[in-house]
């Protein structure tokens, strides 16, 4: 699904902080994902070259994958690519489409509530226990998590505004095509 605003070039400060925020989460992920390349290049290298495994990487690999996929997860939302069946929603009448429209990130917002409170409450939880062989707080692997419901929150949030001031309208198939 893809959004349209009536005037092009011309972004709301809101849009431009939440594109802003975007951006920085692409950018972790992005630097992440290269991270993540490096110490499985140094994994194998040590494991087959070396013959002397670091055995830290395998952990450092799942903060980082938390990290990519909560933050990838909160972009999607913003940039309206996260996984959504849009079949109904697209052979409607435009009035009903945006009602579903406002229902979706309505619902979106919610879980981004629900997601950032339950992350914290096990990023508490888990804080005093330690990641083995990186010593380093259990809680941080909840840390994204969190970010990601305020994320998807604020995203949801910054979805309906847009729709409430009539910046956004949503398009048909149709219109995709041209």
């Known amino acids: 699904m893809t959004t349209k605003s009536p005037r092009p070039g011309r972004a709301s400060g809101l ?55 909560f933050l990838g997860a909160a972009v999607g939302v913003r940039e309206n690519t996260h996984l959504g069946v849009s079949y109904f929603r697209e052979i409607v009448p435009s009035r009903v489409r945006t009602w579903l429209m406002v229902v979706s990130h309505v619902f979106m917002a919610v879980f981004g509530a629900v997601l950032a409170w339950n992350g914290y409450k096990l990023a508490v939880l888990k804080w005093e226990s330690s990641i083995p062989l990186i010593g380093v707080s259990e809680g941080w692997r909840a840390v994204p998590i969190t970010a990601c419901g305020i994320l998807v929150l604020l995203f949801s949030l910054g979805h309906l505004v847009a729709i409430a001031r009539g910046e956004r309208q949503e398009l048909d198939v149709s219109e995709l095509v041209e």
């Open 15 to 69: 849009d431009r902080v939440l594109d802003a925020l975007s951006f920085v989460c692409k950018l972790l992920s992005g630097t992440a994902i290269v991270v993540l390349t490096l110490i499985f290049g140094w994994l194998v290298w040590g494991r087959y070259v070396m013959n002397d495994t670091p055995t830290w990487v395998e952990q450092v690999a799942l903060l980082l994958i938390m990290l990519i996929t």
